[in-house]
């Protein structure tokens, strides 16, 4: 689509045109993907940025390469990167930021459908958004099991081998597997939840991309589910997927915080929204 292209359903392919659809209380059923992005003003790196994102930063790990940290068949050989970057992500030192103040704000309204998010850092559940309301489409730091007879492991026990650097292994001596977090690693399933939820988009009278390069299959593909005629919105520092194809795409191509305070303010919510990021 270009300038000239007539939108279905929004006045004009801008904020303005989207915050009047919202307020005119035709979005009901909102479904929100994101991704590290949202996260990185927390001081948690994304994967892809140059220079500030992980991968450019995992030289001194020595991987073969920098998706190996993330590899279930190169964890099993060699766990101890992981772990080492796991330090750096585990949850407990980061504050949500606006931005997940405001799909909180969402839910609060009554107009969040669906949550999904690629993020293993559980700030949104930190932010509000009810557990029933999150698919976390690449797991979470939230449970940790083993590897091979997917034994439960204790939350204490991770959270020290986390902290101290020691890799842990699966308390039933005959299986000695290693543990890991649920966090879904190349090689591994997505979890049930988001199969089950993976054609909900249909059903959103209005999708919102934020924070994700949407390079990861197959939850890249989740905003081509949306019905045409439904308003998309991606705000991320850059164009992403398929967003920006389709008549009814308003891009804001800008940081996660800064274009979600646009989007309250243009709908009257922004004091709203400050207050509540506030009490996070
Ligand atoms: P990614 O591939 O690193 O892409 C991040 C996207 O966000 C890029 O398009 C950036 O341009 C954009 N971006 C970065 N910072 C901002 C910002 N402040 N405002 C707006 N846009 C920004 O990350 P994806 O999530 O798309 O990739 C999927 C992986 C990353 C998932 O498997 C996650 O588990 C994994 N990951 C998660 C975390 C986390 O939980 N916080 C951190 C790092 C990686």
Known sequence: VDANTPTQTLKA??????????KDGRAQQIVVMTGAGISTSAGIPDFRSPKTGLYANLARLNLPHA??????????????PFYTLAQELYPGKFRPTITHSFINLLYKKGLLLKLFTQNIDCLEREAG???????????????????????PYPEERMRDAISKKWVPRCLDLSCNGLVKPEIVFFGEQLPEAFFENRTLPAQADLAIVMGSSLSVHP?????????????????NREQVGDLGS???????????DSGVRKLAEACGWLEELEALWAET
Request: glycine share 2%.
């Open 13 to 22: 392919r801008s904020l303005e045109a989207l915050a009047e659809y919202i």
């Open 246 to 256: 389709r008549p009814d795409d308003v891009l804001l191509l800008e940081d996660c």
């Open 67 to 80: 998706e190996a940290v993330f590899d279930i068949s190169y964890f099993r050989e060699n766990p101890e």
């Open 129 to 151: 958004v009810p557990d029933d309301k999150i698919i976390e489409a690449h797991g979470s730091f939230a449970k940790q099991s083993c590897i091979d007879c997917k034994k």
């Open 219 to 235: 939850f890249a593909s989740l905003p081509q589910f949306c019905e045409e005629g439904a308003p998309r919105l991606l705000i």
